[in-house]
């Protein structure tokens, strides 16, 4: 009764309310945890994550007539997922389903046996798998990166591919204005490291008001007036709900006016995928209050999300003269619910405007960095400001030299590519790869004109290394509670990683799964297991190619 009552009082705090424009729900009940542009671990959220039973899989709707135009097993990322071509050039996606519909998961483990893999990625055409508004497509799960049962959906552009709004494309019941918790004002002199000079916390208060449609209006005016030096930036930190005492998610827009004149804003209504790293410059940690994510309003010098519209002076905050200037922030959610602050802002006296710090090289610019037998290449864009590296190739190891990359500054926003030649040992080039040894991180192996390649979101020491120790595989042990029957297989690499897998029975394929966050290969019985005694085998490689088997034996 407890958990009854526990349930049914999450749906009503959490729950947000959608009244379809000519859509099907994705799910029967639409909880929502996570919202689009939600600032995540190095990355803006691209969708929707929709809370489940965690202990059943629920069907899964398509939500318009459409055809299924990709679907993919994976054991990491978005882990199985289907994408939806609809009419009128939208996608939808629905990723870590726990399985998919009959028609779609025959069509799938046929290409599985066929190619004898679990891993893969497959492209129907418009005529192979049709289906019709509110068809079961899947069930939920948490297959991949997920990290507790939900369905994450997305709409996306078919042509683009990038992720749009749900919102734009779903109404949503909402009386509940964004709340504001504080606000910050940085000095902008180095780019790459601005500096809370002031901060304010704020309190959910202010005039509320009710608007033409249902819409809430919540204005605070506050007394303050911020002195600034010459040269400043502005941020903040905010959230919206759905209703009352909801999950904290992502505001929809915010608007920055100066003495009644447009200044800055930003809109979260289409990130591109490619973009999404710009996180790591838009955001600011407050490490001193609550962690709160801080919304930077003025933009680095290689920052192209393409949700800013009609910013002024990069959104810098660039106070010419002594006189008190109103500022307003205006924070609104996608149903038009508004948080307005006002406050002054004047410049601090004495101060004159510090020049941007100035750095050696240009983040718009390509660097290289190249010697005999090693280079790097960083693409232009790769850095969200101009840096300072240093660099060196006089360290050697083993197998090669080592080439050091290190920076105070430099953020990558790109991979960079690295490329060494190993020493002539007597060796087998196909365990080779490159490590970034202060991590111990493995970074690939492409062999190419003599050359190991590889590329790397971190700087370090990178150098060749040679990977020759197989996957280890354990069958592990069932408890007295095991449902069905199934053989359940731990496995780990000390390096490199799990590449692939295969099992089989009698010598024959047959499909088995592999859950990456309990480092774990499943079977399950079913009735194409042999009925009489058989063998099996697992075959485990790592991303070197090296091998391991574990073989046993089926008694049903």
């Given amino acids: 009764m407890k958990q009854v009552l526990y349930t049914i009082l999450f749906v009503f705090c959490s729950s947000l309310v959608i009244a379809q424009k000519d859509l099907h729900y994705p799910l029967d009940k639409m909880v929502v945890t996570g919202n689009y542009g939600e600032i995540r671990p190095n990355h803006f959220h691209a969708g929707l994550d929709l809370r489940t039973d965690p202990s059943k899989n629920?069907?899964?709707?398509?939500?318009?007539?459409?055809?299924?135009?990709?679907?993919?097993?994976?054991?990491?990322?978005?882990g199985k997922i289907i994408y939806i071509t609809h009419p009128g050039g939208y996608v939808s996606a629905y990723a870590h389903q726990h399985h998919?519909?009959?028609?779609?998961?025959?069509?799938?483990?046929?290409?599985?046996?066929?190619?004898?893999?679990?891993?893969?990625e497959l492209y129907p055409g418009k005529d192979e798998l049709i289906v019709k508004k509110g068809e079961v497509i899947g069930y939920t799960g948490n297959t991949g990166s997920s990290q507790a049962p939900h369905l994450h959906f997305e709409i996306r552009d078919e042509l683009t591919e990038a992720p749009i709004n749900p919102y734009l494309h779903f109404e949503l019941k909402d009386?509940?204005?964004?709340?504001?918790?504080?606000?910050?004002?940085?000095?902008?002199?180095?780019?790459?490291?601005?500096?809370?000079?002031?901060?304010?916390?704020?309190?959910?208060?202010?005039?509320?008001?009710?608007k033409k449609g249902g819409a809430i209006e919540k204005e605070l005016t506050l007394t303050d007036t911020f002195r600034l030096p010459e040269c400043s930036g502005f941020g903040f930190a905010a959230y919206d709900q759905h209703v009352k005492n909801g999950n904290k998610n992502q505001i929809y827009t915010a608007e920055i006016l100066i003495d009644g004149q447009a200044y800055y804003k930003h809109v979260f209504d289409s990130i591109a995928f490619?973009?999404?790293?710009?996180?790591?410059?838009?955001?600011?940690?407050?490490k001193e209050y609550k962690g709160d994510k801080i919304q930077k309003?003025?933009?680095?010098?290689?920052?192209?999300?393409?949700?800013?519209?009609?910013?002024?002076?990069?959104?810098e905050?660039?106070?010419?003269?002594?006189?008190?200037?109103?500022?307003?922030?205006?924070?609104?959610?996608?149903?038009?619910?508004?948080?307005?602050?006002?406050?002054?802002?004047?410049?601090?006296?004495?101060?004159?405007?510090?020049?941007?710090?100035?750095?050696?090289?240009?983040?718009?610019?390509?660097?290289?960095?190249?010697?005999?037998?090693?280079?790097?290449?960083?693409?232009?864009?790769t850095f969200f400001n101009d840096f300072d590296m240093f660099h060196s190739f006089d360290k050697k190891s083993s197998l090669s030299n080592v080439i050091s990359l290190r920076s105070e500054n430099a953020n990558l926003f790109l991979p960079c590519s690295v490329m060494i030649k190993p020493y002539k040992v007597k060796i087998d080039t196909s365990k080779l790869c490159i490590m970034e040894s202060i991590t111990g991180t493995y970074c690939g192996a492409e062999i190419k004109d003599g050359y190991i390649c590889a590329t790397s979101r971190i700087l370090g020491d990178f150098k060749v290394t040679c990977d020759t120790v197989p996957p280890k595989i354990t069958l592990a042990k069932k408890g007295k509670k095991?449902?069905?029957?199934?053989?359940?297989?731990?496995?780990?690499?000390?390096?490199?990683?799990?590449?692939?897998?295969?099992?089989?029975?009698?010598?024959?394929?047959?499909?088995?799964?592999?859950?990456?966050?309990?480092?774990?290969?499943?079977?399950?019985?079913?009735?194409?297991t042999p009925k009489q005694s058989s063998t099996y085998k697992?075959?485990?490689?790592?991303?070197?190619?090296?091998?391991?088997?574990?073989?046993?034996?089926?008694?049903?």
Avoid at 274 to 286: A, E, G, H, R
Avoid at 540 to 553: A, C, I, M, Q
């Fill in 297 to 315: 309003c003025f933009l680095s010098k290689n920052e192209e999300i393409g949700m800013f519209k009609n910013v002024k002076n990069n959104g």
């Fill in 482 to 528: 095991a449902v069905g029957k199934q053989l359940d297989f731990i496995v780990g690499d000390n390096f490199s990683g799990i590449g692939k897998f295969k099992f089989y029975i009698n010598d024959k394929w047959y499909y088995s799964e592999y859950e990456s966050k309990q480092h774990k290969i499943t079977y399950l019985f079913d009735e194409n």
């Fill in 100 to 120: 998919f519909a009959d028609k779609i998961a025959k069509y799938m483990s046929a290409k599985q046996a066929e190619q004898e893999t679990f891993e893969l």
């Fill in 317 to 381: 905050l660039f106070l010419k003269d002594t006189l008190t200037h109103k500022f307003k922030l205006i924070l609104t959610d996608a149903k038009g619910n508004k948080q307005t602050t006002s406050y002054f802002i004047k410049r601090k006296k004495n101060t004159e405007l510090e020049l941007h710090k100035k750095y050696k090289y240009d983040c718009l610019k390509e660097l290289v960095f190249e010697q005999k037998d090693m280079k790097v290449i960083f693409l232009e864009k």
């Fill in 538 to 556: 697992l075959k485990v490689w790592d991303k070197r190619g090296n091998l391991t088997e574990y073989s046993g034996t089926i008694n049903q």
């Fill in 274 to 286: 490619d973009k999404s790293k710009y996180i790591n410059c838009f955001t600011v940690l407050d």
């Fill in 58 to 78: 629920l069907p899964i709707y398509s939500i318009q007539d459409g055809y299924v135009s990709r679907v993919k097993v994976s054991t990491s990322g978005y």
């Fill in 175 to 210: 009386s509940v204005a964004p709340v504001l918790e504080g606000l910050y004002f940085f000095n902008t002199t180095d780019m790459n490291h601005p500096i809370v000079i002031e901060k304010k916390k704020v309190s959910d208060a202010g005039k509320t008001k009710s």
